[in-house]
Nanobody, 117 residues
Framework: QVQLVESGGGSVQPGGSPRLSCAAS????????MGWYRQAPGNQRELVAG???????NYGDSVKGRFTISRDNAKKTVYLQMNSLKPEDTAVYYC???????????WGKGTLVTVSS
């Protein structure tokens, strides 16, 4: 059984630079795509960043140039380096591992990031 566990959330001041981590346990290979999504109160869940099995990345418009996604296949872990945080980045951040060809799609339980002075 696959489980994803996020860490690194918490309260951060505007301009801060926390790093989120999401570690997978279970049968996860390097063929999985990985991503980070977020959901703010009253909003729909949105893509923050994604990284393919080959290392290609994509980002939501609101975080381009500020956030960086990376992965460590040996550790089955995906990271999200967040820089220059703004209050509007406040949300629950969820990690996702997926493999479209096999229909596999796994979610973490989320970690809250609150940006406030």
């Amino acid at each position: 059984q696959v489980q994803l566990v996020e860490s690194g959330g918490g309260s951060v001041q505007p301009g801060g630079s926390p790093r989120l981590s999401c570690a997978a346990s279970g049968s996860i290979s390097s063929s999985y795509g990985m991503g980070w999504y977020r959901q703010a109160p009253g909003n729909q869940r949105e893509l923050v960043a994604g990284i393919t099995s080959g290392g290609s990345t994509n980002y939501g418009d609101s975080v381009k140039g500020r956030f960086t996604i990376s992965r460590d296949n040996a550790k089955k872990t995906v990271y999200l380096q967040m820089n220059s945080l703004k209050p509007e980045d406040t949300a629950v951040y969820y990690c996702n591992f997926h493999r479209a060809l096999s229909g596999m799609n796994y979610w973490g339980k989320g970690t809250l990031v609150t940006v406030s002075s």
